[in-house]
């Protein structure tokens, strides 16, 4: 089946300073998900990209879909101590959902 | 109510019990979604409802597993001799559609002793 990877698996970042975090699918997908979770919290929706190369961005936050829409990335620049939680993304084909293991974000003030 | 609400919020029973998860989506949202998030991991999948009928069950672990939703809004989760394995945080989450931003609960947490 369907499996979607996550690198890293830890990030601890420097309030002000910029990091990146990766997903990677073994099939290609028709769109993939990004979804935060603050600690203690339940999953909320972030962006969807739908088409091949794909890049959008959120204020802070620059989203990208690979040409062979496979891969991924979220690019958070400037981070700040609100940006704290674990980002998770998921590859979609249709209506199923498969997330990966998640990126949790710390950061040092 | 204005999100996807689920009850209870915590769920503690004894090995081998039967318990019951519910899940209020998004009212006119007529996709529905059931995962379980074990600590330090993603959703993983079990089973989705479009309308009352459920449309993928694959992800539903084994057969102690079984989820109904038969008037096209609440559904309930159900677990049937529950063994301590199945200790994880429900999620339930609702859709517009198929295929669109999906929206969670706060999510049910299950404890198995």
């Known amino acids: 089946g369907q499996q979607v990877m996550q690198i890293p698996q830890y990030q601890h970042v420097q309030e002000g300073e910029d990091f990146t975090t990766y997903c990677n699918s073994s099939t290609t997908l028709s769109n993939i998900q990004w979804y935060k979770q603050r600690p203690g919290g339940h999953p909320v929706f972030l962006i969807q990209l739908v088409k091949s190369g794909e890049v959008k961005k959120q204020k802070r936050l620059t989203f990208q879909f690979g040409e062979a829409k496979k891969n991924s990335s979220l690019h958070i620049t400037a981070t700040q101590t609100t940006d704290v939680g674990t980002y998770f993304c998921?590859?979609?084909?249709?209506?199923?959902?498969?997330f990966g293991a998640g990126t949790t974000v710390t950061v040092r003030a | 109510g204005a999100g996807v609400s689920q009850t209870p919020s915590n769920k503690v029973t004894e090995k081998g019990k039967y318990v019951e998860l519910r899940c209020d989506p998004i009212?006119?949202?007529?996709?529905l979604y059931w995962y379980r998030q074990s600590l330090g991991q993603g959703p993983e999948f079990l089973i989705y409802f479009q309308g009352t009928g459920a449309a993928d069950d694959s992800g539903l672990p084994n057969d102690r597993f079984f989820a109904v939703r038969p008037e096209g809004s609440v559904s309930t989760l159900k677990i049937q001799r529950t063994e301590r394995g199945d200790s994880a945080v429900y999620l339930c989450?609702?859709?517009?559609?198929?295929?669109?931003?999906?929206?969670f609960g706060p999510g049910t947490r299950l404890t198995v002793l």
């Open positions: 989450a609702s859709s517009l559609g198929r295929a669109n931003e999906q929206f």
């Open positions: 998921a590859g979609s084909n249709d209506y199923k959902l498969s």
């Open positions: 009212s006119g949202h007529t996709a």
